[in-house]
Protein backbone atom coordinates (compact mmCIF):
# COMPACT_ATOMS: atom_id res chain seq x y z
CA UNK A 1 0.00 0.00 0.00
CA UNK A 2 1.20 3.49 -0.52
CA UNK A 3 1.76 5.51 2.13
CA UNK A 4 1.66 9.63 2.66
CA UNK A 5 2.60 11.02 5.30
CA UNK A 6 2.38 14.73 6.07
CA UNK A 7 4.48 16.40 9.19
CA UNK A 8 1.34 17.69 10.96
CA UNK A 9 -2.14 17.32 10.98
CA UNK A 10 -3.08 20.69 12.50
CA UNK A 11 -0.82 23.65 12.73
CA UNK A 12 -1.71 27.62 13.99
CA UNK A 13 0.65 30.07 12.95
CA UNK A 14 0.72 33.86 13.56
CA UNK A 15 0.47 36.53 10.63
CA UNK A 16 3.81 36.90 8.83
CA UNK A 17 5.72 33.60 10.12
CA UNK A 18 7.60 31.28 7.93
CA UNK A 19 5.69 28.22 8.01
CA UNK A 20 7.28 24.81 6.87
CA UNK A 21 4.79 22.06 5.89
CA UNK A 22 6.25 18.56 5.22
CA UNK A 23 5.56 15.77 3.06
CA UNK A 24 7.31 11.96 3.14
CA UNK A 25 5.96 9.26 0.54
CA UNK A 26 7.17 5.80 0.90
CA UNK A 27 6.88 3.95 -2.30
CA UNK A 28 9.68 5.74 -4.19
CA UNK A 29 7.09 7.75 -6.78
CA UNK A 30 8.08 9.88 -8.92
CA UNK A 31 5.84 12.62 -8.57
CA UNK A 32 4.88 14.85 -6.53
CA UNK A 33 2.17 17.17 -5.16
CA UNK A 34 0.88 20.06 -2.93
CA UNK A 35 -2.69 21.08 -2.95
CA UNK A 36 -5.07 23.31 -1.11
CA UNK A 37 -8.46 22.77 -0.32
CA UNK A 38 -11.30 25.20 0.41
CA UNK A 39 -14.95 24.66 0.63
CA UNK A 40 -16.77 25.61 -2.56
CA UNK A 41 -13.63 26.24 -4.05
CA UNK A 42 -12.39 22.22 -4.24
CA UNK A 43 -8.92 20.88 -4.89
CA UNK A 44 -6.45 23.87 -6.10
CA UNK A 45 -2.88 22.70 -7.42
CA UNK A 46 0.08 24.88 -5.73
CA UNK A 47 3.12 23.33 -6.88
CA UNK A 48 4.42 20.24 -8.39
CA UNK A 49 7.60 18.21 -8.68
CA UNK A 50 8.31 15.39 -11.28
CA UNK A 51 11.80 14.76 -10.20
CA UNK A 52 14.36 15.62 -6.92
CA UNK A 53 15.70 19.45 -7.25
CA UNK A 54 12.62 20.45 -10.02
CA UNK A 55 9.46 22.38 -9.42
CA UNK A 56 7.05 23.31 -11.61
CA UNK A 57 3.96 26.21 -10.45
CA UNK A 58 0.52 24.83 -10.22
CA UNK A 59 -2.38 27.28 -10.69
CA UNK A 60 -2.42 29.02 -7.29
CA UNK A 61 1.63 29.01 -6.79
CA UNK A 62 1.34 33.35 -5.36
CA UNK A 63 2.76 33.18 -1.49
CA UNK A 64 4.05 29.82 -1.43
CA UNK A 65 7.83 27.97 -2.24
CA UNK A 66 8.58 24.42 -2.39
CA UNK A 67 11.90 22.15 -2.03
CA UNK A 68 12.89 18.64 -2.87
CA UNK A 69 16.37 17.69 -2.10
CA UNK A 70 15.04 13.77 -2.03
CA UNK A 71 12.85 11.55 -4.16
CA UNK A 72 10.70 10.66 -0.84
CA UNK A 73 10.54 14.36 0.44
CA UNK A 74 8.73 17.59 -0.99
CA UNK A 75 8.11 20.37 1.57
CA UNK A 76 5.72 23.31 0.93
CA UNK A 77 6.95 26.62 2.37
CA UNK A 78 4.89 29.61 2.98
CA UNK A 79 7.44 32.48 3.36
CA UNK A 80 5.48 34.63 5.40
CA UNK A 81 2.03 33.68 6.36
CA UNK A 82 -1.10 35.06 5.86
CA UNK A 83 -4.93 35.11 7.09
CA UNK A 84 -5.67 33.88 3.15
CA UNK A 85 -3.69 31.22 3.48
CA UNK A 86 -5.84 29.50 6.74
CA UNK A 87 -6.65 26.03 4.23
CA UNK A 88 -6.33 22.10 4.51
CA UNK A 89 -3.09 21.64 2.64
CA UNK A 90 -3.13 17.95 0.91
CA UNK A 91 0.45 16.27 -0.33
CA UNK A 92 0.19 13.87 -3.00
CA UNK A 93 2.06 11.47 -5.24
CA UNK A 94 1.56 9.35 -8.08
CA UNK A 95 4.49 6.62 -9.90
CA UNK A 96 5.39 6.79 -13.42
CA UNK A 97 3.05 6.20 -16.48
CA UNK A 98 1.20 3.61 -16.14
CA UNK A 99 -0.17 4.57 -12.85
CA UNK A 100 -1.41 8.03 -12.57
CA UNK A 101 -3.35 7.78 -9.34
CA UNK A 102 -2.45 10.29 -6.99
CA UNK A 103 -2.64 8.76 -3.93
CA UNK A 104 -3.03 11.56 -0.91
CA UNK A 105 -1.85 12.34 2.74
CA UNK A 106 -3.65 12.85 5.61
CA UNK A 107 -3.96 16.33 5.09
CA UNK A 108 -2.74 19.27 7.26
CA UNK A 109 -5.00 21.70 8.22
CA UNK A 110 -3.54 25.44 9.19
CA UNK A 111 -5.03 27.98 10.71
CA UNK A 112 -3.52 31.58 10.06
CA UNK A 113 -4.37 34.01 13.23
CA UNK B 1 -10.30 25.60 -19.78
CA UNK B 2 -10.90 21.72 -18.37
CA UNK B 3 -13.81 21.01 -16.16
CA UNK B 4 -15.04 18.25 -13.97
CA UNK B 5 -18.78 19.28 -12.57
CA UNK B 6 -20.46 16.76 -9.89
CA UNK B 7 -24.01 16.50 -9.35
CA UNK B 8 -25.48 16.78 -6.71
CA UNK B 9 -23.91 18.81 -3.94
CA UNK B 10 -25.48 16.69 -1.78
CA UNK B 11 -27.29 13.91 -1.36
CA UNK B 12 -29.07 12.09 1.57
CA UNK B 13 -30.31 8.93 1.07
CA UNK B 14 -31.90 6.21 3.53
CA UNK B 15 -30.21 3.22 4.46
CA UNK B 16 -30.44 0.66 1.80
CA UNK B 17 -31.53 3.68 -0.95
CA UNK B 18 -29.25 3.18 -4.22
CA UNK B 19 -28.69 6.06 -5.82
CA UNK B 20 -25.72 7.63 -8.12
CA UNK B 21 -23.72 10.20 -8.09
CA UNK B 22 -22.87 12.11 -11.27
CA UNK B 23 -19.28 13.60 -12.91
CA UNK B 24 -19.22 15.56 -16.24
CA UNK B 25 -15.88 16.41 -17.44
CA UNK B 26 -14.88 18.66 -20.41
CA UNK B 27 -11.09 17.68 -20.78
CA UNK B 28 -9.16 17.91 -23.55
CA UNK B 29 -7.54 14.48 -23.95
CA UNK B 30 -8.74 12.43 -21.11
CA UNK B 31 -6.26 10.04 -20.06
CA UNK B 32 -7.98 8.94 -16.80
CA UNK B 33 -11.02 9.17 -14.46
CA UNK B 34 -10.31 9.25 -10.32
CA UNK B 35 -13.20 8.54 -7.59
CA UNK B 36 -11.94 9.22 -4.13
CA UNK B 37 -14.27 9.07 -0.86
CA UNK B 38 -13.19 11.48 1.60
CA UNK B 39 -14.55 11.44 5.17
CA UNK B 40 -14.20 15.11 7.25
CA UNK B 41 -10.98 16.76 7.81
CA UNK B 42 -9.17 14.03 6.23
CA UNK B 43 -7.15 13.07 2.81
CA UNK B 44 -8.82 12.39 0.01
CA UNK B 45 -9.15 7.92 -0.41
CA UNK B 46 -8.56 6.40 -3.63
CA UNK B 47 -11.47 4.51 -4.84
CA UNK B 48 -10.96 3.79 -8.86
CA UNK B 49 -9.40 5.04 -12.06
CA UNK B 50 -11.53 4.61 -15.25
CA UNK B 51 -9.35 4.75 -18.61
CA UNK B 52 -11.69 4.37 -21.34
CA UNK B 53 -15.12 4.48 -22.44
CA UNK B 54 -17.26 1.61 -21.09
CA UNK B 55 -15.40 0.35 -18.53
CA UNK B 56 -16.67 -0.39 -15.26
CA UNK B 57 -15.03 -0.61 -11.42
CA UNK B 58 -16.79 -2.58 -8.51
CA UNK B 59 -15.58 -2.23 -4.98
CA UNK B 60 -18.20 -3.42 -2.41
CA UNK B 61 -21.61 -1.49 -2.16
CA UNK B 62 -20.00 0.85 -5.16
CA UNK B 63 -20.00 1.01 -9.17
CA UNK B 64 -17.88 3.61 -11.23
CA UNK B 65 -18.77 3.72 -14.64
CA UNK B 66 -17.54 6.21 -17.41
CA UNK B 67 -18.68 7.52 -20.53
CA UNK B 68 -17.57 10.10 -23.22
CA UNK B 69 -18.76 12.69 -21.32
CA UNK B 70 -19.46 11.65 -17.62
CA UNK B 71 -18.88 9.09 -14.81
CA UNK B 72 -21.47 8.08 -12.06
CA UNK B 73 -20.64 6.45 -9.11
CA UNK B 74 -23.13 3.88 -8.05
CA UNK B 75 -24.17 3.26 -4.52
CA UNK B 76 -26.53 0.21 -3.72
CA UNK B 77 -27.74 -0.18 -0.41
CA UNK B 78 -26.17 1.87 1.01
CA UNK B 79 -25.16 2.09 4.90
CA UNK B 80 -24.31 4.80 7.37
CA UNK B 81 -20.43 4.31 7.16
CA UNK B 82 -20.59 5.08 3.37
CA UNK B 83 -21.10 8.95 4.61
CA UNK B 84 -18.72 10.84 2.64
CA UNK B 85 -17.99 13.31 0.03
CA UNK B 86 -16.95 11.98 -2.56
CA UNK B 87 -14.89 13.77 -5.46
CA UNK B 88 -13.90 12.78 -8.93
CA UNK B 89 -11.21 14.03 -11.05
CA UNK B 90 -10.22 13.98 -14.47
CA UNK B 91 -6.69 13.61 -15.34
CA UNK B 92 -5.19 15.03 -18.75
CA UNK B 93 -2.10 16.19 -20.25
CA UNK B 94 -0.50 19.48 -20.75
CA UNK B 95 2.46 20.56 -21.50
CA UNK B 96 4.18 17.16 -21.10
CA UNK B 97 3.33 17.20 -17.66
CA UNK B 98 0.25 15.38 -15.94
CA UNK B 99 -2.66 17.49 -14.96
CA UNK B 100 -5.51 16.67 -12.84
CA UNK B 101 -8.93 18.40 -12.23
CA UNK B 102 -11.23 17.81 -9.41
CA UNK B 103 -14.46 18.11 -9.02
CA UNK B 104 -16.01 19.90 -5.87
CA UNK B 105 -17.89 16.92 -4.73
CA UNK B 106 -20.82 15.29 -3.61
CA UNK B 107 -21.53 15.18 -0.07
CA UNK B 108 -23.78 12.24 0.41
CA UNK B 109 -25.21 11.48 3.93
CA UNK B 110 -26.87 7.71 5.19
CA UNK B 111 -29.75 7.96 7.52
CA UNK B 112 -29.97 4.63 9.28
Known amino acids: DVKVTQSSRYLVKRTGEKVFLECVQD?????MFWYRQDPGLGLRLIYF???????EKGDIPEGYSVSREKKERFSLILESASTNQTSMYLC????????????FGPGTRLLVL | EDQVTQSPEALRLQEGESSSLNCSYTVSGLRGLFWYRQDPGKGPEFLFTLYSAGEEKEKERLKATLTKKESFLHITAPKPEDSATYLCAALAFSGGYQKVTFGIGTKLQVIP
Open chain 1, 49 to 55: SYDVKMK
Open chain 1, 92 to 103: ASTGVAGDETQY
Open chain 1, 27 to 31: MDHEN
